[in-house]
């Protein structure tokens, strides 16, 4: 009997049996799996549990697949109405349905239709035998993924073949026998309709974005077709793991993947977390990174804590860290500088303490990776991954902590969306090729990592060894956790270096040397002090700001004689002479007017409305000491300068006694200045003012004339 054509495609559409192999379910298989569920399809998986006996796939192999298929379908090879599809699960993703699949099948008119390939592989000396094809068609078989019907697959298989002999050279070899190939209806989708392998084809195709569903499709662009199976075959695994993140449903405008098998943390049962600190190199802010520690909400007694340096300059800071709180964690360990360990070693110690307290997971967090958010621990185990990595990067710079690609050395390449995963104006959970500075790694994982390799750095190497064994490395900026400070060029040398650090590290040093509530004062409604006259008083500095420069003034301890005589200024002449250190003398003179103009000057326009000096010009930036042996007080003066700012560097009624500053023509004193705060008045003519006599201890202000 004759039926229509529609009954007999939803006919045919049942009977597509769909076969893979995996010996074990690896993250490539899940991927697979996944695929085939998103658009319905059933498949059937063989060998998973089972030992892989097809010998090392770096090399030819892979004969065991085809013995484990030969006995499945063995029940169908009378059957010429059913179809088998084969495909590898490892690096395989399915981006349609089994209608479409079987529509391409049958215009192709092969009764078996392998995928093909632009190498011969695995004996290249075969590569003349092949037919001819034309333009960019891929000429050479793959055996990742065939489709045929049922009896002529059987037939395809009958000849024996050992596990680890090469699949595809017996495919390969069946094909370029004319009669079987014509026997047994073997075509090549030499134009990639219904299959495209990737190996050498990264020019063939790009990613597209459907228009109508939101979501990405892999074209091939040499002929227009948008293949429905995508094979990373050889080399390509990465290739296919970055458009994988947009292939099979992962992705519609927002991030699916990142919703699907998540974790539920029960809280009385949370898994047993290895906390590996790595510094590995001077890092800036240190005493913030270990606040980000700090703030993780995880309960500590969960917590294995390994701190490991090879950096001198952190060691006692780490020493007393860990003293302060090693009583909290389940254990708390260090090795330090003197322990000579290098980078290698170090990682190496925290995995194998991670597994010596049988922890679930190990959390390595490098010293330049600041935690702004407590909660990322939390929300990584519950991104339930074997490898998962919050993304962090450097403010306001496309540095981050992942690569989107790999360069044919295995080095950095930029992928097409890397730029805007940085930026997150692509939201969501990315399978890529390379992580650093902080990553959540599995227990199931730990055996896979290797930090040694001939020419990669201990990052490279363990990447590569994940890589490699087929763990995919995930990372997220789903939200933002923290973020990398900048290490380039950071000198220890100097005291206090984090102060330096201004230009490379504009954000952290903002956060740490500008006062808390700096900003609140550029709001218009909040009304600005004015202890005298045309005299303003704000909020400008931390503590930390004060006591680092302090610091910093005292190292340098080049404190002028007091005398008239000043061969640091132009004419070598004083008229009103402190003891002070100018910034110039302790190569700060260049930052310093960076902060005047990125703090000072708003605060500025605020108080003396319509005078507008962008940048403001300073010639004098200077630290000055009063205490009562040496200099306490100032007579009476102008400041040469348009406007005058004066910083109190310590507490006044703590750490001296005395001191203030009086304007003479308001008869206004103030006495009662506070560290961190600035005064900020006329320099000329109006505010003729002293220094008001320091009694006990010692008075530091930080003055700059500004706009002389
Ligand atoms: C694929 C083909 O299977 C090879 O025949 C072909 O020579 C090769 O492409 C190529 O074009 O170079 P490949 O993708 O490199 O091989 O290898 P894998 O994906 O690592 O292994 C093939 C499949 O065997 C896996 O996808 C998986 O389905 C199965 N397998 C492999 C296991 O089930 N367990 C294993 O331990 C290894």
Redesign the pocket.
Known sequence: AVTSQGDAESNWNDKIKVF?????PTD??TRYIRSARVYDIEVTTL?LGEE?K?GD?QK?G?GF?LNLLREAIAPYKNEPETIILFT?????IITTTLDEIFEKFKESGAKILFSA?K?C??DKSLANDYPEVEGKASRFL???AFIGYAPQVFALLVDPIEDTA???LYFTKIFLDETKRAKLGLKLDVQSRLFQ?L?GAKNDVKLKVDLESNQGVLQNVDFMTTPSII????LS?VDLNAYGNYLARTFNGVCLLCQENLLDLEETNLPVISLALMVTQPVPFFDQFLEGIESLNYPKEKLHLLIYSNVAFHDDDIKSFVNKHAKEYATAKFALSTDELDERQGRQLALDKARLHQSDYIFFVDADAHIDDGEVLRELLRLNKQFVAPIFSKHKELWSNFWGALSEGGYYARSHDYVDIVKRELIGMFNVPHVTSIYLVKKTAFDAISFKHKEFDPDMAMCESLRNA?IFMYASNLRIFGHLVNADDFNTTVTRPDFYTLFSNEIDWTEKYIHPNYSLQLNESNKIQQPCPDVYWFQIVSDAFCDDLVAIMEAHNGWSDGSNNDNRLEGGYEAVPTRDIHMKQVGLERLYLKFLQMFVRPLQERAFTGYFHNPPRALMNFMVRYRPDEQPSLRPHHDSSTYTINIAMNRAGIDYQGGGCRFIRYNCSVTDTKKGWMLMHPGRLTHYHEGLLVTNGTRYIMISFIDP
Do not use: I, L, R
């Open positions: 893979t192999v995996a010996t074990e490539g298989y060998g892989w097809g796939m030819p892979g697949k590898d699960s490892y690096d395989v390939e190498y592989w695995p793959n055996s990742g090469d699949d595809q392998n190996h094979h990373g075959n050889g695994k087929g």
